[in-house]
């Protein structure tokens, strides 16, 4: 019974996505001070070019579909596209007035994956 129990329970991201969009709020914030209002746009973009990816990779490999290894390959896959596909269109479509901030808020949201281990928690189904 205890093992249909934890097979059951789900990891809760929220926190972990938090952090990220926090990061890049700071960072946002920072370029609004440094280089006004054009900065703190371009440290949005870098945190979104870093979060949407991330969030797919969630959404793909844990909550769509079976977990195994080729769920897992499927969304590292995918998400590595989607990033790839979102840094050509913020620099085709509306490039950055600050790519600098742009980098740091994307790399700071990065970064905030190191702290995982401590942000994303697990949550046991309602019962019923």
Do not use: C
């Amino acid at each position: 019974m205890h093992r249909a129990n934890a097979a059951r329970r789900q990891l809760d991201f929220t926190r972990l996505f938090l952090a990220q969009g926090l990061a890049a709020l700071l960072v946002a914030l920072l370029g609004l001070w440094q280089a006004g209002a054009e900065g703190a746009a371009s440290a949005l973009l870098g945190g979104l070019v870093s979060l949407l990816p991330s969030l797919y990779f969630v959404w793909r490999g844990l909550y769509r579909g079976r977990r195994n290894v080729m769920s897992f390959y499927q969304a590292a896959a995918g998400k590595f596209g989607l990033t790839v596909a979102l840094f050509v269109i913020v620099f085709v479509t509306v490039p950055p007035s600050n790519p600098a901030l742009f980098f740091v808020a994307y790399v700071a949201a990065q970064l905030t994956h190191w702290l995982s281990p401590w942000l994303v928690s697990e949550r046991s189904p309602p019962r019923t």
